[in-house]
């Protein structure tokens, strides 16, 4: 089956500085990539995602970028600010054809200080 | 749009006992829906995968008859923790893919906390 492997598990920034997080997956199947962010004791929100069919992604200061043939994708959040402090999870997706499962990475702690 | 919610959302019970949690997609009808645990400081790790009106499909290493998974429609799935140990303790979460989600993206509930005592 999958696997993701995600690092580092800890990161942290001062406040405007850029972080950037990065993911490997296995599967050369899979074909869907989100990125969670988790705050304690809540659910995961995607906050972006990609696409085996595009190389690069953006949504003002999130960014996304994939490599299918090294099979490994980052998160790039720039201009960090105190409330990015949260756990980041990748993950990786494999369609089975009516249903989609996802494989998470172990997450980062992204702490952003003042 | 995309909404998912779970009742409880915390539930303290005794060892032995049996917990039933729901999951539902209140904007949207989902095909399928999914099972998670995250114990503290940890990853998600799927428990198991469900599809309205058939059995669900379990991750290796999770006891089927421990973790009853009913998918009676297209907007339920319900997770029943059947004689629950303290080693139970965790936080479940469920997702759900829309209908017509063509990557099927997955949504999130808000989890439930149960605690076995």
């Known amino acids: 089956g999958e696997n993701v492997e995600q690092h580092p598990s800890t990161l942290s920034v001062q406040e405007g500085d850029s972080a950037v997080i990065k993911c490997t997956y296995s599967?050369?199947?899979?074909?869907?990539f989100p990125w969670y962010k988790q705050e304690l004791g809540k659910r995961p929100q995607l906050i972006i995602d990609?696409?085996?069919?595009?190389g690069e992604k953006k949504d003002q200061r999130i960014a996304v970028t994939l490599n299918k043939t090294a099979k490994h994708f980052s998160l790039h959040i720039t201009e960090t600010q105190p409330e990015d402090s949260a756990v980041y999870f990748c993950a990786a997706s494999l369609n089975t054809g009516t249903a989609s499962k996802l494989t998470f990475g172990t997450g980062t702690r992204l702490q952003v200080t003042l | 749009g995309a909404v998912v919610s779970q009742h409880p959302s915390w539930v303290i019970c005794k060892s032995g006992t049996s917990v039933k949690i729901e999951c539902r997609s209140l904007?949207?009808?989902?095909?399928?829906m999914f099972w998670y645990r995250q114990f503290p400081k940890q990853s998600l790790m799927l428990m198991a995968t469900?599809?309205?009106?058939?059995?669900?499909?379990?991750e290796q290493g999770v006891e089927k008859d421990k973790f009853l998974i009913n998918h009676a429609s297209l907007t339920l799935s319900t997770l029943t923790v059947t004689s629950a140990h303290p080693e139970d303790s965790s936080f479940y979460i469920c997702s759900a893919s829309p209908l017509l989600a063509v990557y099927y993206e997955q949504y999130f509930g808000p989890g439930t906390r149960l605690t076995v005592t």
């Open positions: 599967d050369s199947a899979s074909n869907y």
């Open positions: 469900s599809n309205e009106g058939s059995k669900a499909t379990y």
């Open positions: 990609i696409r085996s069919n595009v």
């Open positions: 904007d949207f009808q989902a095909t399928t």
